[in-house]
């Protein structure tokens, strides 16, 4: 397991490698569902929230100032449902509306103790996302196994973001009995001594439990009061996380889980299926699954996915085409869909491609993959000087400098000076020596 690097792969919309971010338009449109009105109640402006997916194994979570939601992909596989990841949102947004996290970020700033791994990881996470916040958090916090991470709460600031988190829960018209499953089940880890990195930058105690069955005593926990709706496609997130993550596993045991009904079994088992180059049964599955659902956009993604990697181009775009009227003018879709015209030669599939390029980089102005195939888009149209600056964006995400700079070196030797590009490439040098600096 490489700790160190956080890789963001170009050719899979779901990477499984520990420590690197998931792009899913599907988990982070539902997740964006679930919280917005949490945010709303506690003060954040939802239509600026933006949900970073860490593929890793642990139940974690932080937020950061600037709307940043960050979760480990532990923590929605593992939760019970989707009310108990709304607790867990609440209670982090109540540190950051307590203003908790400032302090921690100055001891940050101050300390000797941030590891070298989490000073090589940290300024990846701030690279990609733009947040030296997350930087910190995950230098202090993620990979510090020791007592106390540095990130972490004194049980008084627990208690604040613990009492407004029930109040956003409340005034948003959410349950409460999420947060207290997710609680009792730290607990329960505690018990049988599993290590956490949760409970390591955040103290459990069971007052925290019996104070928060108190905030929920007008609620039957007993029944389930989650919606409905929610819950299920929560479930379906749930299921496609489990079957990139552990295909081989999956294929085993997922028709004896309990948790899923038919059709989210059916959706692991269609990525399983096609991750263990089971094409046929895959797309079977998934077609199962479009007969059923046919306005469900995720479906066809997964299946335009499924065929693009297994050269069906255009059997993949047509289906591609589909997500892109469901959902018009999603960023992910759009560079999906533009990712399958770059490889079906002809200058209008190119134009529309780099079309679509330049419409999600309004919304995805930091995203790796875009700027890679944007290079390779500029290319094919003959336009070497935006191809290479887009190369030297694109390892510029990396962190690779060395080569970022290589490439607006070779660019600006084919670009005319005072022009829009050669602006472009002076404003990412001074960019990268003023972090050099």
């Known amino acids: 397991m490489k700790k160190l690097l956080l890789l963001l792969f170009f050719l899979f919309s779901i990477s499984s490698n520990s420590l690197g971010f998931i792009r899913d338009s599907e988990i982070e449109n539902l997740i964006k569902e679930i919280v917005g009105p949490i945010a709303d109640a506690a003060g954040q402006k939802k239509e600026n929230l933006k949900i970073f997916i860490i593929d890793d194994n642990q139940l974690n979570a932080f937020v950061t100032p600037g709307q940043k939601i960050f979760i480990f992909s532990g923590l929605i596989t593992n939760s019970k449902d ?155 997130i749930q299921a496609k996380l489990i079957g990139f993550a552990d295909p081989e596993n999956t294929l085993i045991s997922i028709k004896n889980n309990s948790k899923f009904n038919d059709d989210q079994k059916n959706y692991a088992l269609a990525i399983a299926n096609y991750k263990s180059f089971n094409l046929k049964k895959g797309n079977e599955l998934i077609n199962k699954l479009i007969k059923k659902y046919p306005s469900n956009p995720y479906f066809y993604e997964l299946k335009a996915q499924m065929l693009r990697e297994n050269g069906f181009l255009k059997e993949s775009l047509n289906n591609y085409l589909i997500v892109n009227k469901l959902i018009p003018n999603d960023p992910l879709v759009q560079i999906e869909l533009a990712h399958t015209l770059l490889n079906l030669d002809s200058k209008k599939n190119l134009d529309k491609a780099i079309q679509n390029l330049e419409e999600a980089k309004k919304k995805e102005p930091e995203n790796n993959k875009l700027w890679y195939l944007l290079s390779v888009a500029r290319g094919k149209n003959s336009e070497m000087g935006e191809s290479r600056y887009a190369s030297a964006y694109s390892f510029y995400l990396k962190g690779d400098d060395a080569m970022a700079l290589s490439f607006i070196e070779r660019a600006k030797k084919i670009t005319k000076r005072n022009s829009s590009t050669w602006t472009k490439l002076i404003n990412l040098e001074n960019k990268i020596n003023f972090k050099k600096k």
């Open 82 to 236: 989707a009310n108990a990841l709304e607790g867990v949102i609440a209670h982090e947004l109540g540190h950051i509306t307590g203003r908790h996290h400032v302090k921690i970020y100055e001891q940050l700033e101050k300390s000797r103790a941030i590891t070298l791994a989490g000073i090589i990881l940290g300024g990846a996470v701030s690279v990609l996302t733009g947040d030296p916040d997350a930087a910190a958090a995950i230098a202090g916090g993620a990979l510090t196994t020791s007592t106390r991470s540095l990130l972490s709460f004194s049980r008084a600031q627990e208690g604040s973001a613990d009492q407004a988190g029930y109040s956003f829960l409340k005034n948003s018209g959410k349950s409460l009995c999420g947060i207290i499953s997710f609680l009792e089940l730290l607990e329960n880890m505690q018990i049988s001594y599993q290590e956490n990195a949760y409970t390591q930058s955040h103290p459990l105690t069971r007052e925290r439990i019996n104070d928060a069955k108190n905030a929920a005593k007008d609620e039957n926990c007993e029944i389930k009061n989650s919606e409905l709706l929610i819950d299920e496609k929560y479930k379906f």
